[in-house]
């Protein structure tokens, strides 16, 4: 054990000792420290190479920018072509950096990438190491989807080294730190918040137009009609006389499948260009009431804006417009071939079901102490199992067990 102290000669010795003499103390040596090492004595100083010379040295930093337009209109087209020669101009003016590429997508919706091929090949690009760093103007041309937003930030921060990506409007960049990630994700939920809010605002904009009866429907792969440069839904006459066969050879007893074959062998195009002509086009054809100038309205929507796929209205209204345009065909002859089409379709036959011959059907234990034996089914008669037993004791019925 140490000699015990003295608490007396301790208290008094703190009493007496001051705390500015302790600090005074602390500053005279300090100072003596810092004149010994300014002597030459002490640390030694290494000064950083010079800007310069690593600015000479350093690579060239590879820069991609991404650019899009969500639809075809002229003010979004010219807003495109300046964020094109805005980021080519930036890029190429800056010596050390080098352009990779400008990344376009135009006319393509940002909720989702599977239509975006400028922003797959970025990201693919980036992924393969050609990328350093990508500009693009805001987050919302980044995308419009929360998950796809962050999902492709993440693989871009993974890689080693990281690939930055800089929102120029909202001036934050993303990285491999994580620093921005909570802002991003918010920012990220507005721009697809807005996305959907514009979605609704557009579909009750069309509901609107179609109450009203004004509503323009696509005549796109719409056989024998166009729009001229008023927006007027107008007659073409040669694809005219395609829809004018059709209806002619179903009131003459053809049905859709020998019409499909005729136009097949006749070399005749399909609305959407093949060469081939299939039942199901001929019956839509057929079915299809604008060709005899009547307009039924949102028979397909948009349910889910991420996506945009149109699914079969059943849950909102419809809205039908009679005489909304020329018709193609007279009106009672349409009326004849759905007369026709649903009398086919009521006098065709059941089909004959193949009558499955009575057989038993049991489980076999393949292993342990009772292999090889049937478990039978508790609910056969006691007939059924005397005629099962017969069975299997057959030689016949026992060799093809055992093949």
Known sequence: MAKPLDPDKIEAARRTSRKAE????????????????????????????????????????????????????????????MQVLHYRSKIESNPSWELVEIYQDEGVSGTSVNKRLGFQKMISDALAGKIDLILTKGINRFGRNIVDILDNLRKLAALNPPVTVSFETEGITSTGDGNNNLLIAILSALAELESQQKSEAIKAGIRWRMADGVYKFSVYNTLGYYRDHFGRVVIEPTEAKIIEYIYESCLEGASVSEIAVALTEQQIKSP????????????????????????????????????????????????????????????????????????????????????????????????????????????????????????????????????
């Open 272 to 403: 959407k260009g093949h060469s081939h002509w299939s039942a199901g086009t001929v019956r839509s054809i057929l079915r299809n009431e604008k060709y005899c100038g009547d307009a039924i309205m949102q028979k397909t929507y948009t349910k889910d804006f991420r996506t945009h796929k149109s699914v079969k209205n059943v849950d909102l209204n419809k809205y039908f417009k009679e005489g909304h345009h020329d018709a193609i065909i007279r009106k009672k002859d349409w009326q004849k071939v759905q007369d026709i089409l649903s009398l086919r379709r009521a006098s065709k036959k059941p089909a004959t079901m193949r009558q499955l011959g009575s057989r038993f059907i049991v489980s076999r234990i393949k292993n342990g102490l009772f292999q090889g034996y049937f478990v039978l089914d508790a609910r056969w008669s006691v007939d059924e199992k005397k005629e099962f037993i017969q069975m299997i004791q057959t030689p016949k019925i026992i060799e093809n067990e055992r093949n």
């Open 22 to 81: 302790r600090r005074e103390q602390k500053r005279l040596m300090l100072r003596e420290e810092i004149a010994h090492n300014r002597s030459g004595n002490g640390v030694i100083v290494i000064p950083p190479p010079k800007k310069e010379a690593l600015a000479q040295d350093a690579p060239k930093l590879r820069v991609a920018a991404y650019c899009r337009v969500s639809t075809q209109e002229e003010q979004q087209l010219n807003s495109f072509e």
